[in-house]
């Protein structure tokens, strides 16, 4: 080797000592083969090297490793690469040695491991940042020790004061109720202490707690209460600024948004009333008072023709304002007459309505309340009434009750004679229709087309059907009802066991089919005793049956 190549020393000592962090984040490289020409792939870099002088001035700055990191860190020591030592060793006989080929090197046991599993001293926290296990559990320890020694607070006591039902027991509840205290309150309350009076208000109503707290308090609560949504509380509000105005007059200077809130749900109930309930506008009409009467007039008002459509917000308005031209229907609906009546039930309406009402009365339902209300004010009206009753209405037997007590029974049963004698072109309804108003007190002859010798047309499972048979039958009439029964025995098992029930009832001399004898959709034991009749085919059999009266008035 070329002595003017060789290290000297001092580069020697440079490449065996102790390198910084960076150069232990370097990875080894492997001895070039001696004599080989140096290749860009296999030429040794220095990191140090390309380390700008400013990083370098840096770690000339920084402090040194600690000692703790230095033990916790072992594998950072430096090894000096296996080849470097061997350089020295080198002369000029090697030179013709045959070059070692790359893949031929063994490997260097002494070599450090890769820079990628070593991690970089630098990133190692200080060994005094680091908390010990026993540091780390000494504040988790006092903190136990010190939950175990706290005791829960007790919840703080309320003040002595009156108990919260026996002060709802003496302002009230309701807005009327809290006006009256207003204006006389209890002085045993009004002495009260701050402390005891809030104290008391979270137990008591919203309305109770402000009467409790005074004038003013209450009119906070109106006006809170009705910019919510419940308008009626404004009626209350103007009641208590007429009675105490010196300390309402405050609070509605200071709370006009919320008074605008309340206007608004005023205006939203009346609006939505007109087209739907229409009493509780007309009771707000006749109620309000003052600024808020103000108000409610100028929404109904601003719609006349709406208000014409309900006759029961119509007669509220005109009773406080006579002088309203309200437009009313020239042809009222059925609704319309409805509602005119109920009013005019309860109290006299104004003459336009009262005038439409009497024209048209007659279109109304023929009710008992109708019909009462007719008869005490428009008595001519009463007859066109009675004719558009419906016979055919569950509260026919009421109707019946009013027409006998009022003189007009007679028009009604000769409308109820008419509807039979129209409906006896079927014998079989017109019999179950005779029946009908029989049984409901009506006595009415029967029609001539049911008084035929015959019993075509019939439908012999009807009990009427059997009854009028047993007449025809006294009266000398051929007929066979045995006959007959046998007959339909024979075609319908169903409609014979009726009618064998029905001719039982009737007292017809019949007896049993023997068609019926047996049969299947009968169960044992329930069959009449006496008359063998199917006590399933009509409820209350045992009461009706005559031959079971026989036997026992026998036995008796």
Known sequence: MDPSTAP??????????????????????????VGAEPTEASAPTDPAAEVEPAAEAERADSPAPTES???AEPAAEVVAP?????????????DDEDAVEPGEVEPNPEAIPPAEAVPPAEAMPPAE???????????????????????????????AGPDPAAVIKRIGTSNEAALRYVLSPDPSLTRLSRKVRESLI?????VTAGALLGPAALARHFVASAAAGRYRDLFSLWELFRIRPDEVKPVLAERQRALERAREMLSKAARLGMGGRAERVAEDIASAQGLIWTWLREIVTADLAAVGR????????????????????????????????????????????DAL?????????????TLSLTAEHYPERLPALLDRVDLDSPDIGSIMAWARDHGMGDRLRERIRESVEAASGDRAQGLARWQFWRERGVDL?????????TIEGLDLARPESAHLIAGLVSDGVSIDPQGELDALATRNRQLAEKAYEAFVCAELDVHLPLALEGNPIVRDGTRCPSCQAWTWVRPGHEQRCPRRREEELARA
């Open 8 to 33: 000297d020393e001092s580069q020697r000592n440079d490449t065996t000592s102790t390198h910084g962090a960076d150069d232990i984040a370097t990875a080894p490289t492997r001895d070039a083969p």
């Open 69 to 71: 990191a230095a033990e």
């Open 82 to 94: 296996a080849g470097a030592g061997e350089l020295d060793d080198h002369d000029e006989d090697h």
């Open 129 to 159: 940042a680091i908390p010990s296990a026993e540091a780390q559990a000494e504040p988790a320890a006092r903190g136990e020790q010190k939950g175990a020694r706290s005791k829960p607070k007790p919840a703080p006591k309320k003040p």
């Open 202 to 206: 979270t137990d008591v109503p919203p």
């Open 310 to 353: 309900r006759p029961q917000i119509a007669t509220a308005l005109l009773e406080r304002e006579p002088g309203l031209d309200i437009p009313l229907p020239d042809k009222p609906t059925d609704s319309w007459l409805a509602e005119a009546a109920s009013v005019r039930q309860t109290k006299p309406v104004p003459a336009g309505v």
């Open 357 to 369: 009402l009497s024209a048209h009365i007659d279109r109304l339902p023929a009710t008992v309340a």
């Open 445 to 453: 002859p029967l029609p001539d087309a049911l008084r035929t010798p």
